[in-house]
Every structure is written in C-alpha cells, then in structure tokens.
C-alpha cells in the first residue's frame, strides 16, 4: 500500500490536495497505471456521479462455496449529474474473499455510489483436512523395512464439518526405508481436492536383537560328572527386522565341565547376546516328567497367553524316586490361537502335554433358551466418535445415568458412530431383540435417526417415544423392540450406526426364544386392541357392536396373533353410563372406549376418584404468557412434570386463560372437587383464580402455595371444594386464571355419595404431615411439637388434621431418644428426632475449629441436592452447599469467662453480599459485623469454592451455657467456624 502511494502521488498531487483526505482511502484502487491522463481526473472532479449500473454482467455470476468473485466481463457504468455517462474501471466490490452459500449478491461501489448484482454460490462438499486419529501400529522400522500403515486410522474432514474414516487414502513412502526417513505422508483426493497429513516414523540400522536355541540339544538330562554335549542344538540370532539366522560361532560357559547338582542351565554367547538352557543332572537318571496337577487355567480366548500358575510337573528317575520341578519350560509362550490345543512342558530333555482349549471371545454366546444382556458400556468405541464438549471437558463415552442396568450407560457419540456386538450362536437361535435408551431429544422418529444391522439384516426398531421432564432428568429410560431375526449356528454381528441422532444407550438384549430343538415356552403374556371397532358412539338402549375391532394376543416368546374367541362384557343395551367395553381372553382383558348419548370430557359413574387431566382441557381460551408465546407455538401448553398425575401437566398460560370442562352427573351425587395446582411464588388461590361450577362461584379451602427450595416449580398442591352436591345431568366447571396462572396437573371428582350408595370410610393411619418446627435437641430439654401437623389418612384417600394426639416422651431427652411416638385412637406413628450433647466445651482460650459439613443439619433444607460437597479447596476436604434456607445452632458451655471472636469461611458462585445470605446470632441477639462480598476468583479458577472469611465480634462470654446461630436467608456455600475464645482483657 505504501509502496502504491509512493509512487502515485507525485503524479496525482494536485487532486489528492484538492479531494482531501477523504478520499485517500480510494488510492488503493486506482490503477497504478501510469499513463492516466490529467483530463480525465479533472472531468470527474467537475462533474458528480449520481448513479452507477451494471451494463454488462460479468461473465461468471454461478459459483461453488469457496471461490472468489471474478468481476471479468462486467461494464460498470456511471451516470454523471450533467446526465452523461462513462464506462468506468476502477470501481470497488464488498465480496472480495471466499463465498459463502449465503452470498447472493455482489456490491458494486464507485465513488460513493452503489449497485447491486445477484450471483449464485452453490454448496459443494469439499474436503477441508485429513487427521490421523491413529497411527499405525508400527512406526518403528529397520532399514530396508517397508512402511506398514495397519492399525492407522484416518478421518476425513469436510467443509460441512462432517468427519468420515477413510480407508482409500495413499502414502509416499512405498520402497525400503531408509535411515533419512522421517515420516510417511499420507494424500487423500475428493472431488479434485487433496490434502495430506504426516505419520512420524523412526528408522534404525540392522542389529543383533537377541539369540535363541531354536532346536535343544539331544541331551538334557545328564549324570553327576557327565559333560554337557551340545550335539543336535540349532542357535539362531535373530535381527532387529525379525530376520533368524542360524549361527555356530557362539560360546558355551560349561564346555568341559564336569557337570554337579548345581548345575541347572548352560549359558550361550554369540557377540553381546546370551540366552540360557535348563539342563537337569542328577545323581539318577530321568526316566520321565508328568502333569501332576493341571494349571488353574486351561480355557483361553484368543490372544491371551498361556499361564502356568497352579501347575504340578513331576519327574521320575530310573531308581522310582520323584520329584517336583519347577524349572520346566514350555512351548507356548506367545498369545495363543484357534490352533493352539497343546502345551509341551520340557525338563532334562523328557515332554508332558497339556490340553487347553482356546476360543474367540463374543460379546454375547448364545448355548441355550434364556436372555443375554450386553451392557451398552462395554461396546467397543474405535468406530465412534466422541463429541466435541466431551472431548473438551475431558469425559469419555460413559456416563453413570440414573437408573441405567449395571449403573452405566453410553452417551455423547457424533453421528457417524458405529458400534458393533459380536454374536455367537452354539446352535441355530431365533433371537428377540431389544435395548434400552433414552434421549432428551424427544421429537423425532428412531427409526429414521440410526440403523440396525443384524448381519445384513434391517431390524426396525419399534416406535419409542423418548421423554424428557427438563432439569437434570436425563435419564428417563425406554424399552425398544426390534423383533425377531433367525440365526444359523455361528458368528453373527449386530450393527448400531447412529444416523443424525444419538440416543443415550442402555444395554442391548438377546433373547433366545428357540435354540436348536428347544422352543421358550409359549405363554400368553396379554392382549391389545390394536383396531378399534367401527362404531364407538350410540345412542341409549343400543346394542354394543365389536364389528371392525382387531384383538391381538402377545405370546412370552413374543409372539403375536389375532384372536376372535374373545368375550365381551356389554351385551346388553347400553345406558348413559356405559363409557368402556371390556374384552376379555383367557384372563386378561383390555377396554374399549365408548360414547353412549351425548359425548362428555367426564362422566361421574360411581363412588371415589374420577380424575380429569389438565393436558386434555381444550386450549381454545388459553392466553399464552408472552414471554413463552414461542414455546406454545412449538409445543403447546402442557409439559413432563415431576410427580404429576398422568407425568404431564399445563403451563405458559397467562392472566385471563380460561379451563373449562363439560360434565355429566350419572346420578346425584356428594362429591370433593379436587383441583391440584403449583405456583412457584406464594398465592392466595381463591383470590386470584376463579373456580365456578355452573353459575356458583366456589370456594376451596385455599392452601400454600409456593416453592420448597430454588429451582422446585411443582410443589404440586390440592385446592380442595369438599362435599359439593351435584345433581344428576350436564354440568360446566370453569376455572379462570383472574390475576394468577399456576401450573396445573388436573382435577379429581371424589365422589362420596352416588345416588343412595354411600361411601363406607375408615380411619387406616396416622402420619406427621408437616414436622414441628424443632427436631435438633440438646440433652436436657424437652419435645415441642410447635408447627407439627399430625393428620388422619382415611380410606378414601382424605386426610384429617387432628390435634388431640398424645405423644409418649415429655421429660428430660436423653442422648438416646431417637423417635417421638404420636398416638391417636389406635393408631400411632414415629417422627425421627436429634439428641445431642453440647457442640464446644471450652475450658482453655483457645481456637476450635467445627467444619460446616460435620454440623447438624436437622434444621436445614436442601436445593434438592445433596448438601456435603466433598472438594480439595475446602477445610477437611468437604464443605456444606445446596442450602435453600434454614439454621445452624451450636450450643457452647464456656467453662470460664471469655472473649470470643468467631471467623466464618462462606464462598458464593456469584459476587454478592454475604448480608444478603446470612445472619448470625449469639443466645438470639444479632451480631453486627463488617460485611464482604463473596465471589469466584479472578483468574476463573476455584470457582465454586473461593472461601471468604468474615470475622464476628461476639464480644465477652460469661461462664456457662450460650448458643451461636447461623441462619440462612438464602443459600450460599459455607467450609467451617473457628471460634477464638481469649482471656478476657480487664
Ligand atoms: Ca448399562
Ligand atoms: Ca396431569
Ligand atoms: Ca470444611
């Protein structure tokens, strides 16, 4: 650029003073052609520029991703404000770099003016990089070897970001290798386009890697005073490129020696290199060696190796005398194969045999009738590709989900991964397969997201609908089946490739329903309608007809069939209050729903619950909350909830949304309406939502709404209207949300009286509903049952607030009282108390340190988590978090008078202010102290554990007993309280 102006402005000064510096910035592209003439610099000076067109398109408008625009063939033409016009050359462009697919038009910009042309940039997968994501077994080599690219495992990356292991890639390196050889480049072309990657090797020269007796000599077993004779011994040296070579020049150490008892070996010597060779002198003759006792081990997978331990070998000599030896050697030393049956134990020149069995290993052996489970965790992963935020975070593909068979599962596989389990079948098997999977991603259909292979054969999967109630429930796991497939005896692989989705995996289940001769026991396991019947709604007084119905009875051995000598139970003229049919085959039964008269969202058909979803009311008079009109768009109003009635319930509704539902009363009836509901903020319910059966407004008996802990958004709660009289017919019962919108799991009719039939209740149990405000006692005090809420549980599911219970302790509590008794009439129930002796006895001036996570936390609530965090940045290795609200009380018996300063350690992910979370007190007066702002570190690190200390001056203690309290507002993470008592200073 520099280089440009140079040489420009001599010949441009006079314009470049006269455009300013404005226009500097054009210098770029104007021709460094030095033969512009002066003229035209000075016509554009005079005249303006008012527009600027494209007369001519450039030759190249289409292109593929990645090219550049080519402005050849393109006539720029500029309007002037006189109305002339002018070819112009040095126009400028935006899109001067790679195109992208979202390029569509190009802009043209001359002296401040601007068109615009379309152009086309069409996507073409192209090949970005090669990455050798293993390398090749070998990679050290000795001069002259050949490179040997086994075990190396190449992926291809393309510019869509997709990965693919290629196996047609090249190499340079094909003659002998040399010692200058570095590394080996490995080329592979896609559509025109090559690139390379290098795999390291190393090159070393040719040299004695060791030598070994490949034959023994004839003789091995010698007398005392005999000479050891080498005499049909073969000694091989063998190089470094595994070359053998046999050699005679070698050395022997006991040549010409009279051999003793002490001699057990020989040692050979050829240049640097020796081995050794176990001889046997004895003062009798070997005659013989025996397996005495067989190895613990016999059965072997191909590719272990033999393993000795536990065997006997003993040896007879020709005077009957025996002996056990150790210093045996034996063939079969290297990992074994299918070939390998024999071991042959040498000693003093005298074999023994031993049978082994060697077999490859399968994931799953089928050798009888029965169900073999492969663990999802132990599939082999080389053909799976981890995603990227695991890599990133150091985590592999097993993961401990909740509830997972053998507590592990697979997850967090890119699409693309492939797992394989390798079937042996002993006989020919018919197989019943199916697995176990979940997935937070609930919207799409399995069987087109991954592939199932048995050999060559496609196994659908049946249609799982994955669920997923947020939070950390990921772990909601489904059964898939993917039917039966026939298996000839011998190997077989089962092949899962993960198309665009990647389900958490599970385990896989093989389930041998015939093997050989044998056939599972054909067990009818239960029926389904699996086709409704033609006709479902009629008017009173008609006749059920099953025409058009499909019955299907499944079998143990999953077997399904058809059947028709069903019986049904409603063969007279139905009534009002006929909603189902029930069919029933040899025990089991399934329902069919039928609409008699007029068809309702509820009918009230006999005494107890008759419950109603909120999922199913009629979302037509919904208003969705702002905030979450794009969720309602995408999924509506109703959710997986915990612990909902159903597993759904409604929300994202607003102000003003209106719930009704049309009923009918079969007969009178006494009935509780029954309506539960969460609000993660405290209501009054009667104010805010309007519960109106017909024309009455209602009134329920109001309860508390409002979250247990931060992050509980279904602390799911009954408004209960008790004992309403409904008569018989068609009723409406509207709820409109007037200044409130809780969440909503559904509504119960309890009805207690239907017609004259009259519910008979009784009293089943008793339970401590709500705790007493105190659990954590010290020795010495005595039970308060203050805030205890004791109920009565009633056979019909009601339960009664009683207060006229007894309890059995209330004296003194010792050490020893763990339980509370609560009686009432006959019954009673046990409420788990704390006893405990005094926290801190201090009897010199001295620091004691009590860590939070050994305190009582009876009076604390968690988040939902558990409170103790084990960590390396905290006192003792753990500290106290997931605090939602509550105490710590430690009770001191000062044994002297002292002066106590307590310094506390808290930490906070955020940066807050410790007032905001806690408060302390001593014997129930506040303590004042200096604030401090908690928070992680700077630098990022120790983040949820960036302890802090806050110093309370608790001022002067008396001799005796006193209480410091910790309450929290709010939850933040505390590590421990070191209370400095000192003398006190007069
Ligand atoms: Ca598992
Ligand atoms: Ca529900
Ligand atoms: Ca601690």
Redesign the pocket.
């Known amino acids: 650029m520099k280089h440009i102006r140079r040489k420009i402005v001599p010949l441009l000064g006079l314009a470049m003073l006269l455009t300013g510096c404005g226009e500097e910035k054009n210098s770029s592209v104007i021709p460094t052609s030095t033969s512009i003439p002066d003229s035209s610099i000075k016509a554009s000076e005079e005249k303006k520029v008012s527009k600027i067109e494209v007369t001519k398109m450039p030759n190249k408008t289409e292109y593929e991703i990645d090219e550049k625009f080519d402005p050849t063939g393109m006539e720029v033409t500029a309007t002037y404000d006189d109305n002339s016009t002018e070819k112009v050359e040095n126009y400028t462009y935006d899109k001067t770099g790679e195109l992208t697919v979202d390029d569509t038009e190009v802009t043209i910009l001359y002296k401040g003016k601007t068109t615009k042309i379309s152009i086309t940039v069409k996507f073409v997968l192209k090949l970005s990089s090669i990455n050798i994501e293993e390398l090749p077994t070998k990679t050290t080599y000795v001069v002259g070897d050949h490179f040997d690219p086994t075990g190396m495992k190449v992926t291809a990356v393309y510019n869509d970001k997709s990965k693919k292991i290629i196996t047609d890639y090249t190499y340079d390196k094909h003659e002998g290798l040399t010692l200058q050889d570095k590394m080996v480049t490995i080329s592979y072309t896609f559509s025109g386009v090559t690139k390379t990657s290098f795999v390291p090797i190393m090159v070393v020269d040719l040299a004695l890697e060791k030598i070994e007796v490949t034959t023994n000599p004839t003789k091995l077993n010698y007398l005392v005073g005999e000479k050891f004779d080498a005499t049909g011994m073969v000694v091989s040296a063998v190089m470094n490129n595994g070359t053998k070579e046999v050699i005679t020049d070698y050395s022997i150490d006991k040549e010409d020696k009279a051999l003793t008892l002490e001699d057990t070996s020989i040692t050979i010597t050829y240049q640097d290199k020796s081995v050794i060779l176990a001889i046997v002198v004895s003062e009798a003759q070997l005659t013989k060696i025996e397996i005495t006792t067989n190895p613990t081990k016999t059965s072997y997978y191909v590719g272990e190796t033999f393993d000795p331990t536990g065997m006997v070998v003993t040896a007879t000599y020709e005077d009957d005398s025996t002996e056990v030896v150790n210093n045996y050697t034996y063939d079969k030393t290297e990992p074994l194969t299918l070939e390998d049956t024999l071991v042959t134990i040498n000693f003093g020149g005298m074999t023994a045999t031993l049978s082994i069995t060697v077999e490859v290993k399968y994931d799953v052996k089928i050798n009888a009738l029965g169900s073999y489970r492969m663990e999802a965790e132990n599939l082999d992963t080389s053909k799976a590709f981890l995603r990227e935020d695991f890599i990133a975070a150091g985590r592999t593909f097993v993961e401990n989900g909740a509830g997972a068979s053998n507590g592990a599962n697979i997850c967090g596989y890119n699409p693309g991964s492939v797992f394989e389990i390798s079937i042996y079948c002993e006989e020919a098997t018919d197989l019943f397969v199916s697995a176990i999977m979940s997935d937070t991603d609930t919207n799409y259909a399995l069987k087109d997201s991954m592939t199932f292979f048995m050999d060559d054969v496609s196994m659908v999967p049946s249609d799982v609908q994955f669920t997923y109630a947020g939070g950390t429930s990921y772990w909601e796991w489904k059964n898939v089946e993917f039917g039966t497939v026939s298996l000839a005896k011998g190997a077989h692989t089962f092949k899962i490739t993960s198309i665009d989705h990647r389900p958490n995996l599970d385990c896989f289940d093989f389930e041998a329903i015939k093997y050989g001769d044998q056939e599972k026991e054909k067990v009818l396991t239960g029926i389904e309608i699996t086709a409704a019947p033609t006709k479902t709604t009629y008017t009173v007084g008609e006749t059920f007809d099953p025409t058009g119905m499909e019955i299907t009875a499944t079998y143990s051995d999953h077997h399904t069939e058809v059947i028709t000598d069903y019986t049904i139970d409603k063969t007279e003229p139905l009534t009002i209050s006929d909603e189902e049919v029930t069919i029933s085959y040899q025990g089991f039964t399934a329902t069919v729903k039928i609409t008699v008269g007029k068809a309702y969202q509820l009918k009230l058909t006999s005494l107890g619950d008759h419950y109603f979803?909120?999922?199913d009311f009629d979302t037509s008079k919904f208003v969705a909350r702002e905030d979450m009109a794009a969720m309602v768009q995408a999924s509506g109003y109703t959710v997986s909830?915990a612990d909902?009635?159903?597993?759904?319930?409604?929300e994202r509704y607003d102000n003003g949304s209106v719930m009704s539902l049309e009923f009918y009363a079969v007969e009178d009836i006494k009935t509780d309406i029954i309506l539960?509901a969460s609000n993660y903020d405290e209501i009054d319910f009667n104010a805010m939502v309007e519960v109106k059966l017909d024309d009455t407004v209602l009134t329920t008996d109001n309860p508390s709404f409002g979250h247990r802990y931060n992050g509980d958004w279904y602390n799911w709660m009954d408004a209960t209207i008790a004992n309403q009289e409904i008569s018989k017919g068609e009723h409406t019962l509207t709820i409109s949300m007037i200044s409130a919108h809780p969440n909503f799991?559904?509504l119960n009719f309890h009805v207690s009286k239907y017609a004259t039939e009259e519910e008979v209740v009784t009293l089943d149990s008793i339970s401590v509903e709500k705790n007493p405000t105190k659990m954590s006692y010290y020795v010495g005090e005595t039970f308060d049952p203050t805030g205890m809420e004791v109920v009565a549980n009633y056979s019909n599911g009601k339960k009664v607030a009683v207060s006229d219970y007894t309890i059995d302790k209330t004296g003194a509590l010792t050490a020893e009282d763990k339980t509370i008794t609560i009686s009432y009439q006959n019954l009673t129930t046990t409420l788990n108390i704390n006893v405990k002796e005094i926290d801190l006895v201090v009897n010199t001036a001295n620091t004691y340190r009590l860590e939070a996570e050994n305190l009582d936390k009876s009076n604390l609530t968690s988040d939902g988590t558990s409170m103790i965090e084990n960590n390396g940045l905290s006192s003792n290795g753990a500290s106290l978090g997931h605090v939602a609200n509550g105490y710590f009380e430690i009770r001191i018996d000062v044994q002297e008078d002292y002066n106590l300063k307590v310094i506390g350690a808290f930490s906070k992910y955020e940066s807050v202010a410790l007032s905001n979370y806690v408060e302390f007190f001593m014997d129930n007066q506040a303590i004042t102290f200096t604030d401090i702002t908690l928070g992680r570190a700077e630098d990022g690190s120790n983040d949820w554990f960036n302890w802090k200390e806050v110093e309370l001056d608790c001022g002067d203690l008396t001799s005796g007993n006193h209480v410091f309290k910790v309450n929290f507002k709010s939850g933040c993470n505390m590590d421990y309280l070191d209370f400095v008592f000192s003398s006190i200073v007069e």
């Open positions: 979803e909120a999922e909830a909902a009635h159903n597993g759904k319930s409604i539960r799991d559904c």
